[in-house]
């Protein structure tokens, strides 16, 4: 059965550094991989989604991840924190089932 | 703009009330999903429907049921058969194949 993972609960980073927010996935074969932001109280919003080809996937408000088979990994990376930035984040997998990760909350310092 | 609608945004019951938790979507999408979400929980699954007229239990079905009579809607019922129906709720839609999830804003659910 394919699972995801994303080893850290909670991150705190201060604003205007970087980010590194790690995904990995158990499945038999290549999946579709996304990343999705919730803002506390709200539905999730898509960031990105690697479905094939290019390894580095851009998304939006600036985050990019990238798809590195050997580890099975989908890890999602900002160069430059905002404030605006905190939130809830979940890897997804799409593979024989749609499975979200348990979520990253993220905390920003001013 | 397309997207999807959950109502109300917050909602209140009493204990042994059934209540229906509306979902509705103008982006022409066959899929509809909803899940549930618990503070450090991650999101569950409770019901999911690929076509009109059809729909399969999720990972947590017991103590809910829905409906899809058109495309565009797919209401959740939670019943008094629930034992703890507090929580978060979020409907999603996906077009047919692998492009991700849609996400309503979520209706959140207190039972007292």
């Known amino acids: 059965a394919q699972s995801v993972t994303q080893p850290d609960i909670h991150i705190t980073v201060s604003e205007g550094a970087s980010l590194e927010l790690r995904c990995n996935y158990s499945?038999?074969?290549?999946?579709?991989l996304f990343w999705y932001v919730q803002s506390p109280g709200q539905g999730l919003q898509l960031l990105l989604k690697y479905f094939s080809g290019d390894t580095l996937v851009q998304g939006i408000k600036g985050f990019e991840a990238e798809f590195k088979r050997s580890q099975s990994s989908f890890n999602l990376r900002k160069p430059s924190v905002h404030w605006s930035d905190a939130a809830e984040y979940f890897c997804?997998?799409?593979?024989?089932?749609?499975?979200f990760g348990p979520g990253t909350r993220l905390s920003v310092l001013p | 703009d397309g997207g999807i609608t959950q109502s109300p945004k917050y909602l209140f019951r009493k204990e042994g009330q059934n209540v229906t938790l509306s979902c509705e979507q103008n982006?022409?999408?066959?899929?509809m999903y909803w899940y549930r979400q618990d503070p450090g929980q991650g999101l569950r699954l409770i019901y999911y429907?690929?076509?009109?007229?059809?729909?399969q239990k999720g990972d947590i079905a017991e103590g809910y049921s829905v409906s899809r009579e058109k495309k565009e809607s797919f209401p959740l019922t939670v019943t008094s058969a629930q034992k703890n129906p507090t929580a978060f709720y979020l409907c999603?839609?996906?077009?047919?194949?692998?492009?991700?999830?849609?996400f309503g804003s979520g209706t959140r659910l207190t039972v007292v």
């Open positions: 982006l022409n999408h066959d899929a």
């Open positions: 997804a997998v799409d593979g024989q089932n749609f499975v």
């Open positions: 499945y038999g074969a290549t999946p579709y």
């Open positions: 999603a839609s996906s077009p047919t194949g692998f492009y991700g999830y849609t």
């Open positions: 429907s690929q076509i009109v007229n059809d729909f």
